[in-house]
RNA sequence: UCCUCGGUAGCUCAGUGGCAGAGCAGUUGGCUGUUAACCAAUUGGUCGUAGGUUCGAAUCCUACCCGGGGAGCCA
């Protein structure tokens, strides 16, 4: 048996490939069948007079998804998906797919999350599967290059660690329990014990959050060192990060085509060090004229493209009436699209005079809503570092700044492109004394965090970590406008199933 | 919880007060090189649900259900 992404170490070799049916198209003494094999897709070429009258009827009754062996000669053809065909001699049909419910054609959302399970197989979603694998292992070998060790922190928590997220509730025997929304005071203690540790692995957050930046079950990475500052945690999350995207663009280059990702964005991620601007600055650029000038062009710029695709979409209605079949059917496709441009326009409309009041009016103090992290990142082609946020809106464990004591040594890694937030994390409070202040300001329950407070009590050191959220990192690196389609089976509001 | 857009054939959608439609999928037939193949024929409907207005409702009104996008919150 051969895989389909080996075809090219067996040019003109006889092979067998097992798979499923892609795609085919027939015509009476040739059919053409797509087989996909999970490493890629080969167009078969089942020629009548070269398998015989049998095999040749055979391979007409496979449908989409019907599971198939093949056997045939590799021939390099550049006509070909992947530029090598299989010329067959055989063919074993293992089962017919009856009706299989994604067809070659467009599907809408609530009906593709309906078939998450098939939907996987699609071109597309194994691509972008793919990526994410990529991105996984390369974090990995990133901490573990790095001399980090893995270590797991607990799913069951037994308390609502920082007190503001809304957490899911389960049983544990006869107590309460929450799953867990971060492992970082777990990361803390382990980092005490190996010095440098990251976890990887899943978090919860029962929040009503509809958007596409947010599952309900998503899986972050959490590294956490002793003895790093601020600078340092920067530093090593500006290297994770590239190496990330240098791995994925050195290995997963056809699969970034298939999603149509614009590779040049990601180039410029790996090879140029990340905008570092404080929350202050931040703030002013926010409110500065050039933020208020690039939303105004943006909204003349909507309107004007909304006027030409109206004007568009009301001539080839005209010309649809005596157009020919082809035609027909290509000003279908484009009207299509314009009424989905459309939507889109009218909602940018919509949203820009909000975004442009929120940016102008922003108070410094404030944590930085979505739209206004999307104008901050419109500016810049490289993930952007923002640093020194108001302590206020931030975690009771990050560390105050020494020269502001308003400040929180915090740090956020703004994706560009609008994908927002996919790195947030700090300094940690490293004085016993301080922390069981802030402990008693947010009026947290001290005797839950006792063991915590005795990594300040035993061998206080200063230390650093962040979290990165995966599924945000890989709708990212493969420009996919939501996160369902980064997670095998995404958890979000209204989905449990598949 | 709030704002906003939507729900019409298996799928994607058009139809905005007067006979329920198209493309694709399915089925049947045709065609040796197709690339979301093509050509011809054909099957397929509780117009989200309930109520109301009207001679007449997919279309107008009310309530509810479900989904998309966003706010808040966040990775």
């Known amino acids: 048996m051969t895989y389909i992404n080996q075809l090219s170490s067996h040019e003109d070799e006889s092979v067998t490939l097992k798979g499923w049916v892609y795609n085919s198209r027939s015509s009476k003494a040739i059919h053409f069948i797509e087989l996909r094999d999970g490493t ?43 530029g090598y065909e299989l010329h067959a ?11 299989y419910p994604i067809t070659p054609k467009d599907h809408g959302v609530e009906f593709l999350m309906e078939n998450r399970h098939l939907w996987l197989r699609s071109r597309r979603q194994w691509a972008a599967m793919q990526v994410r694998n990529t991105i996984q292992f390369a974090i990995h070998r990133f901490f573990q290059q790095e001399g980090f060790i893995q270590m797991d922190a607990p799913i069951f928590t037994g308390n609502a660690a920082e007190g ?28 005490m014990a190996h010095g440098k540790i990251y976890t990887f692995g899943p978090t919860f957050r029962a929040e009503k959050s509809k958007t596409r930046r947010h599952l309900t079950e998503f899986w972050m990475i959490e590294p956490e060192m002793a003895f790093y500052d601020l600078d340092m945690n920067m530093d090593l999350a500006e290297k994770m990060l590239q190496f990330v995207v240098k791995t994925v663009l050195d290995e997963k280059r056809a699969e970034l085509e298939i999603l149509e990702r614009d590779i040049s964005v990601l180039e410029k991620a790996a090879a140029e060090p990340f905008k570092r601007i404080s929350y202050t600055e931040a703030v002013e650029q926010l409110k500065s004229d050039k933020t208020a000038n690039m939303l105004e062009q943006m909204e003349t710029d909507r309107k004007e493209e909304l006027e030409s695709i109206q004007t568009e979409l009301e001539e080839i209605k005209k010309e649809h009436g005596s157009a020919k079949k082809w035609r027909k059917a290509q000003i279908d496709q484009r009207i299509k699209e314009i009424h989905a441009r459309i939507d889109q326009i009218e909602e940018d409309l919509r949203n820009i005079p909000v975004w442009k009041k929120s940016a102008a009016g922003f108070e410094w103090g404030a944590d930085f809503g979505g739209s206004d992290e999307t104008i901050l990142t419109m500016q810049y082609d490289t993930p952007v570092m923002v640093h020194r946020y108001p302590a206020e809106v931030k975690a009771f464990y990050m560390k105050r700044d020494p020269e502001d004591e308003s400040l929180a040594l915090a740090l956020d890694v703004l994706a560009p492109e609008g994908y927002g937030e996919i790195v947030g994390g700090s300094q940690r409070e490293d004085s016993l004394e301080i922390l069981q202040e802030r402990i008693a300001e947010h009026d947290l329950p001290e005797d839950l965090f006792n063991w915590y407070l005795d990594l300040r009590k035993f061998g206080s050191v200063p230390h650093s970590g962040f979290g990165l959220g995966l599924e945000r990192t890989v709708a990212w690196i493969c420009g996919l406008t939501h996160v369902r389609e980064t997670i095998p089976f995404p958890r979000m509001l209204g989905r449990l199933r598949p």
Request: proline share 0%.
């Open 40 to 82: 890629g897709l080969c167009q078969c070429i089942v020629a009548l007079d070269e398998v015989g009258e049998e095999a040749f009827e055979a391979a007409g009754t496979l449908k989409q998804e019907s599971s198939v062996e093949i056997t045939g000669k590799v021939v390099k053809d550049d006509r070909s998906v992947g």
């Open 89 to 99: 001699s055989g063919v074993k049909v293992i089962q017919v797919a009856e009706n």
């Open 164 to 191: 503001t997220t809304t957490l899911f509730e389960t049983e544990y025997f006869d107590e309460k329990a929450y799953l867990t929304q971060s492992g970082q005071l777990y990361g803390e203690a382990m980092a």
